[in-house]
C-alpha cells in the first residue's frame, strides 16, 4: 500500500500569510495527486487534480506542484475561509490503489 | 450541477450489515467511478471502493471480505454494503464520483453530504 505522510500536521498562521504543506508518498505515484480542502460538517472539496491542475472554480491562490514522491500545495496569501483541513490523496491504476494522507489542518494564528 | 445525494441505516449493532445509497442527479453512471470513503470521528480518510456503471467493483484490501458494492442503472444510483460491522467501522460514510480525462485521473468531486453510521449495542 502507498503511504501518504502529510506535514505539518497543524500550521498556525495569520489571514494574508503564505502557506506551504507538504505531501510525501511512500513510493511514486508519478503525478496522480490531488489535493482536497475539508471545513467542520461538510465534505472534502476537490482543490487540485493531477498534481497541478485546479479544478473548476478554485481560487488562483491555490496553487499545487510536484511529481513522483513529493508535492506542494501553496496558499498564496491566507483568507478567512481557507483556515480548514487540508488531505492529499493518491490513485494508482494497477495495482488499483487508493490512499488518503493524513491531513494538515491550517489554523487562525 | 451533479449532486449526490446519500441514505441509509445510521445505527447499527454490531455484527449488523451496513447498507448506504447514493443517488446520482444530473449526470448518469456511464463514463464515471463510483466511490465510497468514510472518515472516523476525529480522523482522517479512508477509501473504502469503487465501482463502474457495469458493476466492475475494486475494493480496499483491508475491507475487501466484508464490502460489496452494487449500481442499478435503472435508478441512477449506487450502494453500499459492509458486513459484520463492529464499532471500528463507525464513522462518516461518503459516496463521491471520481472522473478520468484522457487517462489521467481528475479527482473525487462532487462528494455526497455524508452518513454518520454509528456501531454501537
Do not use: H
Amino acid at each position: 500500500e502507498i503511504l501518504l505522510t502529510q506535514s505539518p500536521d497543524t500550521l498556525s498562521l495569520s489571514p494574508g500569510e503564505r502557506a506551504t504543506l507538504s505531501c510525501r508518498a511512500s513510493q511514486s505515484v508519478g503525478t496522480s495527486l490531488t489535493w482536497y480542502q475539508q471545513k467542520p460538517g461538510q465534505p472534502p472539496r476537490l482543490l487540485i487534480a493531477a498534481a497541478s491542475s485546479r479544478a473548476s472554480g478554485v481560487p488562483a491562490r491555490f496553487s499545487g506542484s510536484g511529481s513522483e514522491t513529493d508535492f506542494t500545495l501553496t496558499i498564496s496569501s491566507l483568507e478567512p475561509e481557507d483556515f480548514a483541513v487540508y488531505y492529499c490523496q493518491q490513485r494508482t491504476s494497477w495495482p488499483p490503489s487508493l490512499t488518503f494522507g493524513g491531513g494538515t489542518k491550517v489554523e487562525i494564528k | 450541477q451533479v449532486q449526490l445525494d446519500q441514505w441509509g441505516t445510521g445505527l447499527l449493532k454490531p455484527s449488523e450489515t451496513l447498507t448506504l445509497t447514493c443517488g446520482v442527479k444530473g449526470d448518469s453512471l456511464p463514463g464515471y467511478w463510483w466511490n465510497w470513503s468514510r472518515q472516523s470521528p476525529g480522523k482522517g480518510l479512508e477509501w473504502i471502493g469503487e465501482i463502474n456503471e457495469r458493476g466492475s467493483a475494486t475494493y480496499n484490501p483491508s475491507l475487501k471480505s466484508r464490502v460489496t458494492m452494487s449500481v442499478d442503472t435503472s435508478k441512477n444510483q449506487f450502494s453500499l454494503k459492509l458486513t459484520s460491522v463492529t464499532a471500528a467501522d463507525t464513522a462518516v460514510y461518503y459516496c463521491a464520483k471520481a472522473s478520468y480525462l484522457w487517462g489521467t485521473y481528475r479527482g473525487f468531486d462532487p462528494w455526497g453530504q455524508g452518513t454518520l453510521v454509528t456501531v454501537s449495542s
